[in-house]
């Protein structure tokens, strides 16, 4: 069996963070594990606080990983503040695992800050050089390059901005856009774009974190880059169509399981 780890905030209401990472994991056929960086208390209508977990228990964890299972795939998350950048970071240059997608969470999905302003400084220089795979949405791109995006031009230029700061591919996400969520890959050399329609509903909690956790796994299963990305987008926009309702009084979560509930694990 694959493996595959992810190394993020908590969500005490199941639909995002490491849940939703280690939802996603099973519905794929991969055996997940975690590394907590921060306990997050939130819920779908608000982020009440959050608690960091020290620099050198999060080492812990990725050693207690990776000297006994290891992972095919490493999925990195919520990293709020420098210290838990650096000790991320240090954790995956220890270990050098391959497949590292990291999705740059600076806001939760009502808004809320998730990462420390004077943070990202840090992310750019430690952090994004590390990434096989970078995911940032479309605010997370703004902030990283400085530039405004308003069109699918603009997040082409966001993305090369983005590979010149070291990974290997990015993954500009377009769910903050008008029209169809269009997502755009660039490897360097050139840009593919993957296209969903837009479905009308307010339960998107967790989507970034899922959709990247998708990508994790299908890398972790031996997909290409790009047929890891195009396989991810359809488990997230079935997900995303067939969110539960009545789950919480805000933007409620995506349904992690749907296609698995219908056709096993061939449908993935």
């Not at 209401?13 to 990472?21: E, F, L, P, R, V």
């Not at 990195?76 to 991320?88: D, P």
């Amino acid at each position: 069996m694959q493996r595959a780890l992810t190394i993020a905030g908590s969500d005490c209401s199941g639909g995002a963070g490491i849940q939703a990472d280690l939802k996603t994991f099973s519905a794929h056929g991969v055996f997940g594990m975690s590394v907590i960086v921060s306990v997050v208390a939130e819920n779908t209508s608000r982020v009440i606080e959050y608690q960091d977990i020290r620099p050198d228990m999060i080492l812990k964890q990725i050693d207690a990983v990776f000297e006994d299972i290891g992972a095919d795939a490493v999925k990195v998350g919520m990293l709020s503040c420098a210290e838990t950048m650096r000790a991320a970071a240090e954790g995956l240059i220890r270990y050098r695992p391959a497949n590292i997608v990291i999705d740059p969470v600076m806001y939760a999905k009502n808004g809320s800050p998730l990462m420390e302003g004077g943070a990202i400084d840090t992310l750019i220089k430690e952090v994004i050089p590390l990434a096989d795979l970078l995911t940032p949405n479309i605010p997370e791109a703004e902030k990283i390059t400085g530039l405004v995006i308003q069109d699918a031009g603009d997040m082409e230029r966001a993305a090369e901005r983005i590979f010149a700061l070291g990974c290997a591919h990015v993954l500009v996400k377009g769910g903050h856009a008008q029209g169809d969520a269009v997502d755009i890959l660039y490897d360097g050399k050139s840009f593919t774009r993957f296209s969903s329609p837009r479905i009308p509903t307010k339960n998107t909690h967790g989507t970034g974190c899922t959709f990247s956790s998708a990508i994790t796994a299908n890398l972790a299963r031996g997909f290409s880059m790009g047929e890891a990305v195009e396989r991810a987008k359809r488990y997230i926009t079935a997900a995303i169509e067939h969110a539960p309702e009545g789950i919480g009084k805000g933007h409620g979560p995506t349904h992690h399981f749907y296609d698995l509930y219908l056709h096993g694990l061939r449908g993935v």
